[in-house]
């Protein structure tokens, strides 16, 4: 068996994945539109949305596509906007959390943060443009994709970022400032705020191919450990690693008192803790009966392995 | 010929969408979703949506289905759900629109603003969460949906709240301030700004019937007549009206240097303007051939000749 080479694997998707975001984020008057965006707001979505990241949620949904439909060595029109929809709905969560009376970050990914370059009432608007371009993508018009799958898309992804999902998470997190957390409160704020729209990219990409209920079990479970591994490894490195590094402040948890895997559990347990969730999330794909999911445990890989 | 009578009509349906909103903005588990939402960011989505409001939105919405589907004494599933989704969708954007970084308004329907009440990040994530519950609603889990009009019902929704439909139109009214606007200019952004949400209800609520062409693009222009009649009154009053009928603010489009119809074309012409616009309703309601377009009408009229 050859080895998976994922940077070769991921560069033929990020390519797919940047050409659309660049089609698609854009003033043009798009089908269904009867006016066309306002210039200097698509200026806004455009700077939050392609200055790079590492396009993890995309990715992810191609893989799961690509783990339940094999055959497909290109990616279908339906898992690219999937892929391009959850990253606009991360890029809008970013823009409205850098905010002043969010977490008032000026820095992010080594730029000046959207309200820092526009005006804090560009980025409000900018960040609500973006969630709503979401479910433009998963409903074009015509047949790109069937009414059944763009239902079922816009249904997955409207839980995974709504109040029971990532917006949710996040309102946790604002009220958990200062205070101690139970392991149990500190799962289920990273499960909303951060693994919510982690796994619904999973899950997105699996309906846009025909798993069996077996495999979608699976692979929600590999969704759910994954999710938490990202913020276990996120509030890890903001201890260890400095802020040219992670494109970010470093630190800031601790600065703003809130509380995380690292305050709670200590330095090495959390490590552990991390390599457990990477070996749930493991167990999970072999558990699927699928045959593709390399490109599947390979991201797992990279995100608790990686050093920003 | 019965005299048709709106308030009897309303009273009616407002009951209804009052209970769903009620029923459909809560912390409970809803299917699809694993976690429940925090109980402090629904108390605030539950703050700026269950206040009252015109809820002109849902009756556009509940009348436009009526029209099309006259045997239907009760609202279908479908048009209930597009309904509370478009008051959502209309809740989230004044939220945001108070907060300060946007108009800094601290009295909407005649309480504090919930930027007031709940603090600025709250506000934030309530109007977040808001937007992504409208597509929640309307892609429930079984069939009291259908998935073509499902997905149908996140298309329209989705463009009438973006980049090119009410995000759009606030960031050309926040662009605006202090400039000189054209008439056309003018009506773009009143068009993205509030038209596009209006226009999107009716046709919502159109799509869950089966209006034939013709009705379908009568409805369209009835919808882009009262939409825009709909601001220009909206202009008129904010210049003749007080704060406490208005229930907000009143006079704030000249103190904060807005251009607005009647600052373009002089009072009595806008007044004049508006019921030009009201006529043009009217007459595409005739034309649509549809039977039962009483409510339709009779909203326009109230759009029209309402005193706050």
């Not at 608007?125 to 993508?137: M, V």
């Not at 997955?156 to 604002?174: E, K, P, T, V």
Request: glycine content about 8%; some cysteine.
């Amino acid at each position: 068996m050859l080895v998976f080479q994922l940077d070769s694997w991921s560069s033929k998707r990020l390519e797919q994945v940047e050409r659309a975001l660049e089609r698609w984020v854009t003033a043009d008057v798009s089908p269904g539109c009867v006016h066309a965006a306002p210039a200097a707001l698509v200026e806004a979505m455009r700077y939050a949305v392609l200055d790079g990241g590492k396009r993890l949620r995309p990715l992810l949904v191609l893989a799961a596509h690509e783990a339940v439909a094999p055959d497909s060595s290109l990616c279908a029109e339906a898992a690219l906007r999937a892929a391009c929809a959850v990253e606009l709905i991360h890029a809008y969560s970013l823009v409205h959390d850098d905010m002043p009376c969010m977490d008032n970050d000026v820095l992010r990914r080594g730029k000046p943060t959207v309200h820092v370059r526009f005006g804090e009432a560009s980025a409000l608007l900018a960040g609500d443009a973006l969630q709503a371009l979401a479910f433009e993508l998963l409903t074009p018009e015509g047949d790109a994709v069937q009414p059944l799958l763009q239902a079922r898309l816009c249904s997955l992804l409207a839980r995974a970022a709504g109040s029971a999902g990532m917006a949710g998470g996040q309102a946790i997190d604002l009220a958990s400032v200062g205070h101690t957390l139970t392991e149990a409160e500190l799962r289920e704020m990273h499960q909303l705020k951060t693994g919510a729209l982690l796994q619904g990219s999973v899950m997105m990409g699996a309906s846009c191919g025909t798993p069996d209920a077996r495999a979608l079990a699976a692979l929600q479970d590999y969704g759910a450990a994954m999710g938490l591994a990202f913020q276990v490894v996120d509030d890890i490195l903001d201890v260890i690693a400095d802020s040219s590094t992670l494109g970010k402040t470093a630190g800031k948890d601790a600065d703003n008192d809130k509380p995380t895997y690292v305050s709670l559990m200590g330095l090495a347990p959390s490590q552990a803790y991390a390599q457990d969730l990477l070996a749930q999330a493991h167990q999970a794909l072999q558990r699927s009966g699928l045959a593709n999911t390399r490109a599947l445990a390979a991201l797992a890989d990279m995100v608790v392995n990686r050093a920003h």
